[in-house]
């Protein structure tokens, strides 16, 4: 399988003379096509910086990240632009679906910006729905429908064009814990289905479960990792044994 991200010696640092703070400290991450990947780390562990530098919202002090054998550290901004509309899909904790737009028009919206032909995006759009579960509620409004449905189409809205990579910033914070499970397996079928490749941070050990290897973050560095071995209920216990060891939240059942 080919590397869709690499990042190497990745630190980013806040601050200047004698108010200095380290957020990365030469991180060195390998994410390969079709994997489905947890970023687990304390508080102020690095994780969300990590993810900010990879979905390119932010920039790295130093190092690179490769995205399809493309160094974005050093895009300028209208060619960063264009890649994270067509390379990334982004999953956010707060959904940000457009409330003016049905939940169709919500999911075609990557694919209308792209000048897709209206055939073509109506059939896509028909497609993800059904894997998804929410073929049913494509006339819908947001305010219409429930947390976990919304989260499912923000996840039909990622995944639509295709990208590269698809970036879940605590996709489950907003949810109950049945709309959860829902979204969790669904992203889990897109990963398998669909091959998509999958960068989810998380502080929910529930959530992580779900994943195919999960990496843990502390004070900027890389420190552990871990594998699924098909067996997720022993995967959950042995991701909050290294969250309590690490001083994270062990809170979360299963």
């Not at 108010?19 to 994997?35: C, M, S």
């Amino acid at each position: 399988m080919k590397n869709i991200l690499v990042a190497k010696d990745l630190k980013k640092v806040y601050g200047d003379k004698g108010n200095i703070y380290t957020a990365l400290n030469g991180v060195d991450l390998e994410i390969k096509e079709g994997e489905f990947i947890g970023i687990m780390g304390p508080s102020g562990s690095g994780k969300t910086t990590l993810l900010n530098i990879i979905s390119t919202i932010d920039k790295a002090t130093s190092g690179s990240v490769f995205i399809d054998k493309e160094d974005i550290t050093k895009m300028k901004d209208k060619s960063l632009a264009r890649f994270r509309r067509e390379s990334l899909g982004f999953i956010f904790q707060d959904f940000n679906l457009l409330d003016t737009l049905t939940i169709k028009e919500n999911i075609a919206l990557p694919l209308a910006l792209a000048k897709v032909n209206n055939k073509k995006l109506q059939k896509k759009v028909k497609d993800i729905a059904t894997l998804l579960g929410i073929d049913d509620l494509l006339n819908k409004y947001p305010y219409e429908v429930s947390g976990g449905q919304k989260q499912r189409t923000a996840a039909a809205r990622a995944i639509i064009t295709r990208p590269s990579l698809v970036l879940a910033d605590e996709p489950t914070g907003a949810l109950d814990s049945k709309s959860s499970k829902e979204l969790l397996e669904a992203l889990g079928e897109l990963n398998k289905n669909e091959n998509a490749t999958i960068m989810m941070v998380t502080h929910d050990a529930f959530a992580a479960s779900y994943c195919k290897r999960v990496l843990f973050i502390k004070d900027g560095l890389i420190c552990n990792e871990i594998h699924n071995s098909s067996n997720r209920k022993a995967f959950f216990q042995d991701i909050l044994e290294i969250m309590s060891s690490l001083g994270g939240d062990s809170s979360a059942v299963i």
